[in-house]
């Protein structure tokens, strides 16, 4: 009995350790040696079976897996016939309890009001169809389990903020850049075309080591993807304790880009920031780049679909273009002479009728390009199996006639490129869903160039076995001479499988090569053996984690604080749209297309980071750079704010006929009449809006049109053609001096407020505020001797100066007087003009409310649309604000329309309450305010 008593006392003690304290113990340790023998043999008996498992048992434990047990039975009973093996409503893992705790779309943990499947239960709409409801019990019991739990990535981010204390900042990624290319200087090795990918914000949300290989994978996988280089792109892991195996650096010359591509890549990034330490500075200085990194996943997602896809590969509008110019292959010549395999049949993994591929050689580098020929019906001239030759036309009455069609060909490295594509050749971003679909994402059955297509032949490409050849081979309506010919094309299944097998050795090869791929199987001569099926594709996957909906954990994790920091600064936080997002987060999730509107102001708020878009550098560069041709490089045409508009194409695919290639098109003037040299003048002045694009800045943009101008003026000699580009050139030489004083204002606000803030950086952290005054005073006084000579500035930096010296004078405490408007309102704006230009009469008669802050110096600053429109206030309540942009129409810029190009203003004059507002778009309306 005192072995047991002695067994049941140490039992005891360490329950009352793990649940109590200290003094609980003692009071354990006298109930255990009072204890009667029954009570003792059962203490041992626990003590035994706990010593099994290694860890003492525990009553919150069993109560745990007891609940989780209960809820799993719950699901299995009420909702499995549904949503396990169905898939209704596209869910189909109710019974993934581990799955379902960290899918926010439907369970926030430890949230159960805002979780939608809790949700849904409490309102009584599912179980659905006439099914019995919950019981309350049954309600409480998944009520105390989202409550209770908590999901792998809360539990993984909380386990690394503790062992590295804290999170992997956007300062730990340049010290760890910073730190790689001097090592790498060390070696003698040129570092000016380094670039780095980044993947700490994931590592931050907690994602798993085994997530983090697949990211990895994904990002390595999506850039030799869009690279025509001859040989695979090694990303190679930068070795820092800081970044945590999250930087990836990468050279773009084993990409075969220009550093172009890489700040045509930043004009539209939207987690660009403004260098904020030295050493960040000295780096992009060393790399002529604004940032020299670049978020995996945003990366991913964008490089692998239309159109940046196509922008990055140089793919052309129409498929003849594709085949004659870049891969040359002559697709209707080997159809002629039966050099290509092909495999007809009725079911397909994404077409939703019959189908055709067909496989030719590709003669420039060792690779293939596959071609498929996809149907909207069966029937008629559809049936593949009544008409196997083809493709034809409405003339052709024994070929068959297809819809549409999918490319897939190798890249000289190894890896696939893809290609949607009408009847006609024509280009496309999305195949039509009553032709083809992605049958895996009930959910989002688009089949969307790239992205899908990678999604699907994640292996290579999918060997399916032809159905044709042994229809044809017992039709005797075929004559002699056409069946021969289509037996040839027609081929026998093993020589296909044989070709099937060859194309994804390669594939898999370049894959290993990239170390995207692990564990491909190898044969006895060491070959790889293209029978290993990848087990998730690591682009879709890396692609469909940045399109996660974001928790607070995740946008805190993106900002480079811990959940507690930004939260803590989200309360703080006076700027309404800073304000939103942290109401929003608090319920649960958020779109990232909201999160990323709202970055810029986020990290204002909460680092005093200034979040940019590089459209100028981006700008410069392309004129430096020459013409792209897109022929198996990038093909870089504009430097756009909004979105890419690759606009210009490799040539007219009229140019091209089927048999011969390329023909000679006529140069010069079109024709001799007047109206055909007003027509070309036209199509000069339209080529340089084209090519010119937007370039964020108004005088660099008229600029370089007006040059883009003289230059066909020196080319084209003709009277007619030379008056009317001149016109056109005169116009843009009056807007480019308006443009340049209008730039000149600007640019002197901006130096303003951007000395301030530097100043308010300089002094941040000093807690007393004499000192922290005068250090301002100091910057202040720095800035007007030896910064900036222009009178403008040096007053409006003396205001600030004076403004801080007599604060210290006065030896106030607290703050200088603060603006008598300062603070946040709401504001609307109207527009009353009944003489806007048609087609543009989509003007409303208001919009808002919309957020506007004052802020102690009068500056004022909101957000519209996506833009940051500042001005001021003066003491007495009139507001100015003066600023112009490009208008965008349907997400399509307005260039020359009718002759003339439109640029819209955008200035408010009087006072808060009502004050005049002129756009160009718009025209005349008014803007309002009243204070919260």
Known sequence: MGENMTSGYYDALKVALTRLNIAAAAGVLALALLAAPGQAQAQDSSSDTSSETGDASDDSENREVTLEQKVLEIFETRCASCHSEKKEGNFDFVLDLKRLINTPKYIIAGKPDLSYLMQRIDTDTMPAGGEPKLPEEEREFVRQWIEESQTVREQQAAERRKKQKGVISHDDLVEAIKDDLDQLEGRSVDVASFRYFTLHNLYNAGDTNEDMKLWRSGIRKAVNSVSWHGRIAKLEVVKSRKTKGTLLRVDLRDL???????????????????????????????????????????????????????????????????????????????????????????????????????????????????????????????????????????????????????????????????????ADGNRIDEGPVTIVRDKTRPDRPQITNGISCMGCHKDGMIMTPDQVRSWIETDFSIPEEELDRLLKIYVKYDEMKDLFFQDMKRYLTALREADALKGLEFNGDGEPRPTRHVDKESVLALADRYEER????????????????????????????????????????????????????????????????????????????????????????????????????????????????????????????????????LKLALTCDKAIGDLGNDAEEYGARVKCFENYLAKHKDDAVQKTVQRYAGKYKVALAKAQQAND?????????????????????????????????????????????????????????????????????????????????????????????????????????????????????FHIEGRTIRGVVDRSGNMQVNGRRTDWINNKKIGLIQGRRFKSRFTIDGNISNARLVSGYCRGGFFRMTKR
Not at 552 to 576: C, H, M, Y
């Open 256 to 422: 075969k880009w220009d550093p172009v591509v890489w700040d045509r890549l930043l004009s539209i990034y939207p987690y660009g920031t403004k260098p904020k330490l030295r050493s960040e500075r000295s780096i992009n200085e060393a790399l002529d780049t604004p940032q020299p990194y670049i978020r995996a996943d945003w990366f991913t997602f964008y490089a692998t679909r239309p159109p940046l896809y196509y922008e990055l590969l140089g793919l052309p509008k129409n498929s003849r273009i594709l085949e004659q110019k870049i891969v040359k292959v002559d697709v209707p010549r080997n159809l002629r002479r039966g050099e290509i395999q092909r495999a007809g049949f009725r079911i397909s993994g994404v077409s939703n009728n019959n189908r055709v591929i067909e496989r030719h050689e590709i003669k420039n580098w060792t690779g293939a390009y596959w071609k498929s020929y996809d149907f909207a019906g069966n029937a008629g001239h559809q049936d593949i199996f009544r008409f196997p030759a083809g493709p034809g036309n409405a003339k052709d009455r024994d070929k068959f006639r297809h819809d549409g069609g999918e490319i897939i060909f190798n890249l000289p490295n190894g890896m696939q490129a893809y290609y949607l594509e009408t």
């Open 550 to 681: 974001l928790t607070i954990l995740q946008a805190a994790s993106e900002v480079g604080l811990t959940p507690q920091k930004f939260e803590r600064r989200l309360n703080a936080s006076f700027d309404r749209v800073t304000k939103q997002i942290g109401l929003e987060l608090a319920r649960g999730t958020m779109p990232r297309d909201t999160f990323e509107t709202a970055y810029p102001a986020v990290m204002k708020n909460m680092l005093r980071r200034t979040v940019l878009n590089h459209v100028a550098h981006c700008g410069k560069r392309l004129r430096r750079y020459g013409e792209f041709t897109g022929i198996r490089q990038p093909k870089i045409e504009t430097c756009a704010r909004n979105g890419i508009f690759a606009r210009l194409d490799l040539g007219d695919p009229s140019q091209y006929d089927d048999d011969s290639g390329a023909t000679t098109v006529a140069t010069g003037n079109a024709g001799t009449s007047g109206d055909d040299k007003r027509k070309a003048a």
């Open 745 to 861: 204002a600007q640019n002197r606000e901006q130096r303003v407020l951007n000395l301030a803030i530097s100043c308010d950086e300089a002094s941040e952290g000093i807690a007393d505020p004499a000192t922290r005054y005068k250090r301002k005073i100091d910057c202040y006084a720095t800035y007007r001797t030896t910064y900036d000579a222009d009178p403008a500035v040096i007053e409006a930096i003396s205001d600030y100066e004076l403004k801080y010296t007599a604060a210290l004078n006065a030896k106030q405490v607290v703050q200088v007087k603060k603006h008598p408007f300062q603070g946040a309102y709401d504001a609307w704006r109207g527009y009353t003009s009944k003489s806007r230009p048609k087609p543009y009469s989509e003007c409303l008669s208001q919009y808002g409310p919309f957020a506007v802050n004052i802020d102690e110096d009068g500056v004022v600053e």
